[in-house]
């Protein structure tokens, strides 16, 4: 179990990630639920984290004016500036941390004047506990505000403090890559089926193969090349279907990153 938080967090926006959030943090004992708050316009989302405990509020006005020691703006970046421009007032000298995609921790503090901003870019398996969070602290923030951001993000998986340069990066690469390992378990779960082997079997195999491989990787702390070595014997069917497979994943990889950081961009433009 996670270390218990002894602040408070108000998050603003029980969507896919905000929503992740705080039920991760619930069940990691992370935080009690009378210390978490959340906000969203849609009734049956807030209804959903009440039931856990958690205090919910219509908007996130009225959840700064709740009081929280810390407030995570779990909107998407279309969104934020009507909702910062709702929250301002009740934000100057807390600490804030945004999850909105490309929009620059400048941009933040303009909005925010007063506030301690952190931003951060979580992925969706926070949910369960197994998620990877890249942080960078803004011009205001403190050590201790870095360190207390880290921790709620550490108790939902790994969270690494980077440079904001990074942030966008570490967004295209770790945000996308749930959606990524879904589309390669799916493709080689058709394949499979192509010759011949039921579909349902060939995926719940896939699956926890991949469950598999990451533990391994994760315990031992090999590198991935050193890991498909140990099932890559010379001249075997293994080596062959790398031959393949490797060149296309690699060149997809990069202009799918690509693709990631360009629309990031078109997203921070507005």
């Known amino acids: 179990m996670s270390e218990t938080l ?38 049956a989302r807030t209804a959903a984290l009440a039931a856990l405990g958690a205090h919910v509020f219509p908007d996130g006005a009225a959840l700064v004016d ?42 933040i503090e303009a909005a925010l004047p007063g506030a301690r901003v952190v931003r951060a870019m979580p992925n969706l398996p926070v949910q369960v506990r197994s998620g990877a969070t890249a942080l960078a602290a803004g011009s205001l923030a403190t050590a201790a505000d870095v360190e207390l951001a880290r921790k709620v993000f550490a108790a939902l998986g790994a969270a690494q403090v980077m440079r904001e340069d990074q942030l966008d990066v570490s967004g ?43 533990e391994q990787l994760l315990a031992e702390g090999v590198h991935p090349r050193a890991y498909m070595e140990r099932v890559t014997s010379p001249g075997g069917t293994t080596a062959a279907a790398l031959r393949e497979l490797e060149p296309l994943v690699a060149a997809g990889s990069e202009e799918a990153v690509d693709a990631a950081l360009a629309r990031t961009r078109e997203l921070a433009e507005g």
């Not at 967090?9 to 009690?32: C, H, N, Q, T, Y």
Request: with cysteine; net charge neutral; proline share 6%.
């Open 66 to 107: 709740a009081g929280p020691d810390v407030v995570v703006l779990a909107v998407k970046p279309q969104v934020l500036p009507d909702v910062m421009a709702q929250c301002a007032a009740g934000l100057a000298g807390r600490l804030v941390i945004s999850i909105a995609a490309g929009v620059a921790l400048s941009t």
């Open 6 to 43: 002894s602040v408070s967090v108000g998050i603003v926006g029980a969507g896919s990630m905000g929503g992740s959030i705080a039920r991760g943090l619930l069940e990691a004992g992370a935080i009690v639920p009378e210390r978490l708050l959340a906000a969203d316009h849609d009734p």
């Open 172 to 214: 295209a690469v770790v945000g996308t890559a749930p959606a990524f390992f879904s589309l390669f378990v799916d493709t080689l779960t058709r394949a499979g089926v192509r010759a011949g082997l039921p579909a349902q079997a060939c995926r719940e195999m896939l699956e926890t193969t991949m469950r598999g491989c990451a």
